[in-house]
């Protein structure tokens, strides 16, 4: 999902302009976004444009299929998470949230035991 959320940003940015990525967690939730300045006009219904086959520019014919956010939104889901997107002025931003979860304590690595020093011989007894 990450991956088609950063190919989606790098290759319809405005070049020359910057790709921001900001990640946080709270409420017991891992949350992600993705903005980016766009290189073209955005005018796009958010429910619409993460359906497949569906391209953010009308005019755009050669470059992608219309499923990188499709994909991203469907693993994101199937993962329990959500995702969403939204122009924020001329920002293209991608949001995805995925709850947090702890390791199950069989698979917890803990840290060996310190090593033991050899037991001190007794002096005499033994001994030749």
Do not use: H, W
């Amino acid at each position: 999902m990450f991956q088609n959320l950063f190919t989606n940003a790098l290759q319809y940015s405005l070049p020359g302009s910057r790709v921001y990525v900001e990640l946080v967690c709270e409420n017991g939730r891992a949350a992600a976004s993705v903005k980016n300045v766009a290189r073209y006009e955005m005018e796009f219904d958010p429910a619409e444009i993460t359906e497949r086959f569906v391209r953010g520019d009308a005019a755009r014919t050669g470059e992608g299929s219309g499923l990188g956010l499709s994909i991203a939104k469907s693993f994101t889901e199937a993962c329990g998470g959500s995702f969403s997107v939204r122009a924020e002025a001329d920002l293209f931003c991608a949001s995805v949230a995925l709850d947090l979860t702890e390791k199950p304590a069989e698979s917890r690595q803990e840290a060996p035991p310190a090593p033991q020093a050899p037991a001190a011989e007794t002096a005499g007894a033994g001994a030749l």
